[in-house]
């Protein structure tokens, strides 16, 4: 009965490749959110939608496309990967106040 | 420009003493603000919330305090134990609102 699920935990790849990471909510919110943190912890906010609506950009490179099939889904496409996407992408969601994460994806560039 | 700053450097306590971590945020008029727990190799989990009007909020051994003239919120464990040992983060919702704002954390390890 996970709430925020992500695939996949783990991605190792090549600089210059296309990857994806899904993510899943089934707790009926309204809201979902993509995240990244670095090596410095710092959690930074990329994307938010709404309903399927792209609320958010914060001024993320479009190597990076969100997509939401419907609300229960936001998946992150990234292509050309570069050795600064290395991080943890943490999906969320809420209702309201309280966001609720996913267990991340640690994604390493090489 | 806005901010929102917590102590970078790690906390150590000794087990049974009470830890306070510091949320300071510049140029920002939260509603309210929250905290948050991380655990290595894990997503963030929600602890508690205090709005603005409320100056202190309590959950068995969590306090928070918000003090909106300051613009600080106070976190405190009290009669800490080792498993208390995670990253704390605070958070604020940005003008405007979907967007939750993260300060970097603070590392707390407790001592048994």
């Known amino acids: 009965d996970t709430a925020v699920s992500q695939t996949p935990k783990y991605l190792v790849t090549q600089m210059g490749n296309d990857k994806s990471i899904k993510c899943e909510q089934n707790l009926g919110h309204d809201t979902m959110y993509w995240y990244k943190q670095d090596s410095k912890k710092f959690l930074k906010i990329m994307f938010s939608?709404?309903?399927?609506?792209?609320?958010i950009n914060e001024t993320v490179p479009n190597r990076f496309s969100p997509k939401s099939p419907d609300k229960a889904h936001l998946n992150l496409h990234i292509n050309s990967l570069e050795l600064g996407d290395s991080a943890v992408y943490f999906c969320a969601s809420t209702l309201g106040e309280t966001q609720y994460f996913g267990p991340g994806t640690r994604l390493l560039v090489l | 420009s806005q901010k929102i700053e917590q102590n970078s450097e790690a906390l150590n306590i000794q087990e049974g003493k009470t830890a306070t971590l510091t949320c300071n945020y510049t140029?920002?008029?939260?509603?309210?603000l929250q905290w948050y727990r991380q655990d290595p190799g894990r997503g963030p989990v929600f602890l508690l919330l205090i709005r603005e009007n409320e100056k202190e909020k309590r959950k068995e051994r969590l306090k928070v305090t918000f003090d909106t003239t300051l613009k600080q919120s106070l976190f405190h464990i009290t009669a800490s134990q080792p498993a208390d040992s995670a990253t704390y983060l605070c958070?604020?919702?940005?003008?405007?609102?979907?967007?939750?704002?993260f300060g970097a954390g603070t590392r707390l390890f407790v001592k048994a």
């Open positions: 140029n920002y008029s939260p509603a309210y």
């Open positions: 958070a604020l919702e940005d003008t405007g609102g979907f967007k939750t704002i």
């Open positions: 939608y709404n309903n399927k609506e792209l609320i």
